[in-house]
């Protein structure tokens, strides 16, 4: 009798095995969402059994990430620069096209802000050493890449409060045009908690002229975050943070017009709307 319950049984418990299984075997990368404009991600499945491992992806002059979504797809994930020009983003290995795809038009608006203090608009020669040595760490720390799979790409809302300049905005200070904005500032009152979006190690913990006390955290996979204005650093270079550690507070350091905290997210190098981590848009 117990060796028949048992074989009677025996197919509902590899049944649930090889559920298991599969289950483990899945990678969450809904994340960054599909979002095809300039400042967005390409984020597209591709059949494991259309890629040949031998042959190199051709994106044109465009940087990609994978993700091994699971044993049947591969996600190719391309961050689409603010000033990309085309209209269609085509991937294709050797002779075969993997996937064309048409972007949509995106509006941008502009912002203009005066600056009472001119040394951080048009800083004098005494500054232009930091400045040039600044940009060249902040450069390096966002190209960075490290060869590590992402079981999850979803962030956190680094801070709760009020956006009060999006990202992509067309930048006027004291009516001179500036760099796009390549982040977004979310408005909160000084000394409120920033936490990490995402697991990741510290790579810059310092003060920079223009970003006043900032953060730039490697999540991995070519996936870096940075965190700008600061009024304290909680952390420092080399920690390994988690998901939801305190890793500073918003101030007002740096050029600023008042406390925020100017929090960017990039890809492979490349600036992207943060807010295609998020599951819930802000």
Same mark, same amino acid.
């Given at each position: 009798?117990?060796?028949?319950?048992?074989?009677?049984?025996?197919?509902?418990?590899?049944?649930?095995?090889?559920?298991?299984?599969?289950?483990?075997?899945?990678?969450?990368?809904?994340?960054?969402?599909?979002?095809?404009?300039?400042?967005?991600?390409? $984020?597209?499945?591709?059949?494991?059994? !259309?890629?040949?491992?031998?042959?190199?992806?051709?994106?044109?002059?465009?940087?990609?990430?994978?993700?091994?979504?699971?044993?049947?797809?591969?996600?190719?994930?391309?961050?689409?620069?603010?000033?990309?020009?085309?209209?269609?983003?085509?991937?294709?290995?050797?002779?075969?096209?993997?996937?064309?795809?048409?972007?949509?038009?995106?509006?941008?608006?502009?912002?203009?802000?005066?600056?009472?203090?001119?040394?951080?608009? $048009?800083?004098?020669?005494?500054?232009?050493?930091?400045?040039?040595?600044?940009?060249?760490?902040?450069?390096?720390?966002?190209?960075?890449?490290?060869?590590?799979?992402?079981?999850?790409?979803?962030? !956190?809302?680094?801070?709760?409060?009020?956006?009060?300049?999006?990202?992509?905005?067309?930048?006027?200070? !004291?009516?001179?045009?500036?760099?796009?904005?390549?982040?977004?500032?979310?408005?909160?009152?000084?000394?409120?908690?920033?936490?990490?979006?995402?697991?990741?190690?510290?790579?810059?913990?310092?003060?920079?002229?223009?970003?006043?006390?900032?953060?730039?955290?490697?999540?991995?996979?070519?996936?870096?975050?940075?965190?700008?204005?600061?009024?304290?650093? $909680?952390?420092?270079?080399?920690?390994?943070?988690?998901?939801?550690?305190?890793?500073?507070?918003?101030?007002?350091?740096?050029?600023?017009?008042?406390?925020?905290?100017?929090?960017?997210?990039?890809?492979?190098?490349?600036?992207?709307?943060?807010?295609?981590?998020?599951?819930?848009?802000?």
């Amino acid at each position: 009798m117990r060796i028949k319950i048992f074989i009677f049984f025996l197919p509902l418990i590899l049944s649930s095995c090889m559920s298991k299984m599969h289950f483990l075997s899945s990678i969450q990368c809904d994340f960054p969402l599909h979002s095809p404009y300039p400042g967005g991600v390409l $984020n597209i499945p591709i059949n494991n059994n !259309n890629i040949k491992k031998e042959s190199p992806l051709i994106t044109g002059n465009l940087k990609f990430t994978k993700c091994r979504s699971s044993n049947k797809y591969t996600k190719i994930i391309i961050p689409i620069p603010l000033d990309f020009k085309g209209k269609k983003i085509s991937v294709k290995q050797e002779e075969a096209f993997l996937f064309n795809e048409y972007l949509t038009e995106k509006f941008y608006r502009e912002s203009r802000i005066t600056i009472s203090d001119e040394n951080l608009v $048009n800083p004098g020669d005494d500054f232009i050493p930091r400045i040039k040595e600044e940009y060249q760490l902040s450069l390096k720390a966002k190209q960075t890449y490290t060869p590590k799979r992402l079981n999850a790409w979803e962030m !956190n809302i680094p801070v709760v409060g009020q956006i009060s300049s999006e990202f992509g905005v067309r930048r006027f200070i !004291n009516d001179q045009p500036k760099n796009r904005h390549s982040g977004i500032d979310i408005y909160a009152k000084e000394g409120t908690v920033i936490t990490a979006p995402l697991a990741g190690e510290a790579i810059i913990a310092s003060n920079f002229f223009y970003k006043g006390n900032a953060i730039y955290i490697n999540h991995g996979a070519g996936l870096v975050s940075s965190y700008s204005h600061l009024s304290e650093i $909680n952390i420092a270079k080399g920690d390994l943070v988690e998901q939801g550690d305190v890793i500073g507070f918003v101030g007002q350091t740096g050029r600023v017009t008042g406390p925020h905290l100017h929090w960017e997210v990039y890809l492979m190098g490349i600036s992207i709307n943060p807010e295609v981590f998020l599951s819930k848009p802000l």
